[in-house]
């Protein structure tokens, strides 16, 4: 038995009588050329250790396969289990599916340092991002599908209507850049948004945990009351004080704010709370 052995994927759902939910927020890729094109960008991937997360029928997974990768699948849904059991039989021991909750996956479940690459559930996207931004993994790189908007919002610059909390801390910890745009229509049910893959590439050096941690609490101070100025968003954290230690005007609002700036600012807080 071999991957090339396989149904195509349309008879293989059809024959098991199986849809997209909705609740999960899934939409699946199909199309081979789409999913080896994803599995490309996210390469190379021989020999490497693939977390995919919600691999539904295993469209995207039988791409990182046909790369040489070994994959650890994460799976909530167990209607998708016999699927990805005929998928394992014929991946010749690269293929572990994990039947859970990927946000309440335990982070010694998967391998401490794999590439993640994944077309995420639209519902669990943005919080499974800043887990693995933030949390114990050191993923070597993540490909990841999101919503366009989702998407625009990881890469925004400061200035734009984009920019937030997930811009400062994606930028903080990674370069992102979307490789890739996809239309509705390249899924099955096609979504009613536009979605698009991120490529995520560690930075050399991270900064320490605790401005990590730092770094959430600002940007959620700051952004969570985004028309205010830094003097008053930022009030219960130094507000004036606090953006003055590191030579930024008082009067600048969230947007305005670069990512180096925040970095700037939650350091500062780290050294106050150190000194206090």
Sequence with gaps: ?????????????????????????????????????????????????????????GGLTRALLDAGARVVAVEKDRRFAPLLEELSAHAHGRLTVIEADALELASDAIPPTPVIVANLPYNVATPLLVGWLTGPLRPKSMTLMFQKEVADRIVAAPGSKDYGRLSVL???????????????????????????????????RRPPAAAVEALQRVTAAAFGQRRKMLRSSLKALGGE???AAVGLDPTLRA???????????ATRLVAAGAGA
């Design 170 to 204: 994606a930028q903080t910890l990674c370069e992102a850049h979307v490789v890739l745009d996809l239309p509705a229509r390249a899924f099955t049910p096609p979504p009613k948004v536009a979605s698009a893959v991120v490529r995520l590439d560690p930075r050399p």
């Design 1 to 57: 038995m071999n991957l090339a052995s396989l149904p195509p994927l349309r008879e293989s759902l059809a024959a098991a009588g199986l849809l997209a939910k909705k609740s999960f927020g899934q939409h699946f890729l199909l199309d081979l050329n789409v999913t080896r094109k994803i599995a490309r960008l996210a390469g190379p991937l021989e020999g490497e250790t693939v977390l995919e997360v919600g691999p539904g029928p």
């Design 255 to 265: 947007e305005d704010v670069t990512v180096a700036q925040y970095l700037a600012l």
């Design 241 to 243: 004080k606090l953006a």
